[in-house]
Nanobody, 116 residues
């Protein structure tokens, strides 16, 4: 089992920025592809950004050019830099392997609220 803990969410005005962090209980970032997911109220969880073990990245069209995924293998930490935030980015954000495996437990997520 791997425990994942997300942090860094909060309330931000439209156009603002936040950086989310994901800490893992053991080193998985250099081995597995990882992703940031989000779930907005009343909607299904969706993948917004992914990074392979080799460092290649991929983004959902809705966040392309605004969000940047990165990781620090030495710190067992992954990040999501979110710029030019929009109200439609409001959601609970989660990190997990991509695809999620049975041994990678979903964390509680971190709430991002974009509102004026």
């Amino acid at each position: 089992q791997v425990q994942l803990v997300e942090s860094g969410g909060g309330l931000v005005q439209p156009g603002g920025s936040l950086r989310l962090s994901c800490a893992a209980s053991r080193n998985i970032f250099s081995i597995y592809a990882m992703g940031w997911y989000r779930q907005a109220p009343g909607k299904q969880r969706e993948l917004v950004a992914a990074i392979t073990s080799g460092g290649s990245t991929n983004y959902a069209d809705s966040v392309k050019g605004r969000f940047t995924i990165s990781r620090d293998n030495a710190k067992n930490t992954m990040y999501l830099q979110m710029n030019s935030l929009k109200p439609e980015d409001t959601a609970v954000y989660y990190c997990n392997t991509e695809p999620p495996y049975s041994w990678s437990t979903w964390g509680k997520g971190t709430l991002v609220t974009v509102s004026s």
